[in-house]
């Protein structure tokens, strides 16, 4: 349900930036000024046929009007770094008060980066085109939690009631170490999407979840262009590269994999990949990328440039070999299927 004093407040906010009155506005839409007046009071929302309207005149979305976010303030603004920075100390800190610093190991906050990414990624989708937009993102996300957070927060159920049901389902399962903290993560991060945070603010937040030292790091994440430049120039410089005799038989699996089993494995074998596709083929390296993050593609990319020495083809295989077993146990257990 939507809350209707926030749509009430956002509205004023914006009918006060463009600078008119509430007669004014009244006039543009062809009804009455205390219709205005009722909505920013909080009392009654605009008919579903003038959201669009709306839209238009304030030059916004419809999802910035009707979705919980914050009025541009230039105090707020000048102020916002540092609150940035605090909250996401805050956060980092009750998380590791409640999971407990000890039982999440490094490994297992580097299995979170992924779906830090992931979120970051929806929060860049929803900054552009609204909330809605997601819709089309379900079905092929593999994260069954993080999946249910898009549907709730595409269903415009209220983040107080999205919280409460997703810490439930946390409850339900036990969880631990990793798949604790990355549910924990999810839930902050559809959080901060359905509020509308700036996707930089959002990176911070779930940066600092992992602890002070990834918080540092977050400043070395690579925005959407800069990581879409990386991985274009590296593929388009391996893109005649045949792969190592040895790959044949790997690439062929990898190839026969679709394209959400492919993400489910890569998603389970982060440690592996970076060993397992040093020797693959032009062709490979863009089959692999377009079913990562950018993000993730190109940490893979810096590692293989500053590589001391290449790997040795035993090393390889053996990864290779790994990561095909890693596969055929999430066939086992039902979650992907092989063709």
């Known amino acids: 349900m939507l809350d209707m004093k926030k749509v009430g407040i956002k509205i004023s906010g914006f009918r006060k930036k463009i600078g008119y009155s509430q007669e004014k506005l009244a006039e543009m839409l062809c009804i009455s000024p205390p219709a205005i007046s009722k909505w920013e009071n909080g009392h009654t929302l605009p008919e579903t046929s003038l959201l669009p309207v709306l839209a238009q005149i304030f030059d916004c979305t419809i999802d910035d009007i009707i979705m919980p976010a914050y009025i541009f303030d230039e105090k707020i603004e000048a102020e916002k770094p540092a609150t940035i920075e605090k909250q996401a100390e805050n956060i980092a800190q009750m998380v590791i008060k409640e999971i407990g610093e000890n039982i999440v190991s490094e490994a297992e906050k580097e299995e979170c980066i992924p779906v830090i990414e992931r979120i970051i990624e929806l929060a860049q989708i929803t900054r552009k085109k609204g909330l809605l937009s997601l819709e ?166 810096t590692v293989w440039e500053t590589m001391l020495e290449a790997p040795s083809q035993e090393w390889i295989v053996k990864n290779q070999k790994w990561l095909t077993d890693k596969a055929r146990e999430l066939e086992k257990r039902g979650e992907i299927i092989i063709n």
Do not use: W
């Open 136 to 301: 089309i993102e379900i079905e092929d996300e593999q994260n069954f939690f993080l999946k249910r957070g898009i549907q709730l927060a595409v269903d415009s159920v209220d983040p107080e009631t999205i919280e409460r049901l997703l810490q439930g389902l946390i409850l339900a399962d036990n969880r631990k170490g990793s798949e604790l903290l990355s549910r924990k993560i999810i839930i902050q991060g559809i959080l901060d999407v359905v509020n509308g945070n700036n996707p930089a603010a959002i990176k911070e937040t779930l940066f600092g979840m992992l602890g002070e030292d990834y918080l540092k790091k977050s400043k070395e994440y690579l925005t959407a262009p800069d990581a879409m430049q990386k991985q274009t120039q590296f593929l388009q410089s391996i893109a005649d590269r045949k792969a190592m005799p040895e790959c044949a038989e790997f690439e062929a699996f990898i190839f026969s994999l679709n394209k959400q089993a492919l993400q489910s494995v890569l998603r389970n074998t982060q440690n592996l990949l970076t060993v397992a596709f040093y020797g693959c083929s032009g062709p490979m390296a863009a089959h692999i990328s377009f079913s990562m993050s950018m993000n993730s593609f190109a940490r893979i990319i």
